[in-house]
């Protein structure tokens, strides 16, 4: 299972990339928290991102989960650098065996140290261009305007992440 944090969800909604998402061959969740941070509120404020995660959320594309309390969350809860949105991912991750997609860093060192798996935005996109479910040049696209959408890339990670889309095509 696939559990999204905000940063993805709203980035590949931004660039209506978002049904990427239906090539992954497992469940892909939301917690409650994030939901209700992202669609939520961005459904009440007018942003188009949060509406498009609502008709994928319609589509059946992903499921939204309750952020019950579990051994994972109490503890995940105890480090104080961890938003509640970073503990309701980890948490949720952490308790379905699935893989949290989450782009900061601090966060996916921490989950690393719980030995939650992670994967960022990039991943996804990366993923797609390499099965052929996206073409390089669309993959690139979508890197590019995430980017000039408000989307941090380090320089380094963008070489590497155009090295690789390359490396595809030949």
């Known amino acids: 299972m696939w559990v999204f944090d905000a940063t993805p969800l709203i980035y590949l909604a931004t660039v209506d990339r978002l049904r990427l998402v239906s090539t992954l061959e497992a469940q892909c969740l939301i917690p ?8 939520t509120a961005g459904i009440e404020a007018g942003d188009t991102d949060a509406r498009r995660i609502e008709q ?22 105890q480090n104080p650098q961890l938003s509640a949105a970073d503990v ?14 989450t782009d900061e860093a601090y966060g996916r060192n921490a989950a690393e140290i719980e030995g939650i798996e992670t994967r960022g935005t990039a991943y996804l996109v990366l993923r797609c261009a390499k099965h052929g479910e ?16 408000g989307w941090y890339c380090a320089p380094d990670l963008y070489t590497k992440l155009v090295r690789k889309l390359e490396s595809f095509d030949g």
């Open 32 to 39: 409650r928290q994030i939901y209700d941070d992202v669609v």
């Open 56 to 77: 994928c959320l319609d589509d059946g594309l992903f499921n939204v989960v309750s952020g019950d309390e579990t051994p994972h969350t109490t503890r995940l809860r």
């Open 88 to 101: 309701a991912v980890f948490a949720c991750a952490a308790d379905v065996d699935g893989i949290a997609v």
């Open 134 to 149: 996206i073409t390089v040049a669309d993959a690139r696209e979508t890197i590019d305007s995430m980017i000039e959408a």
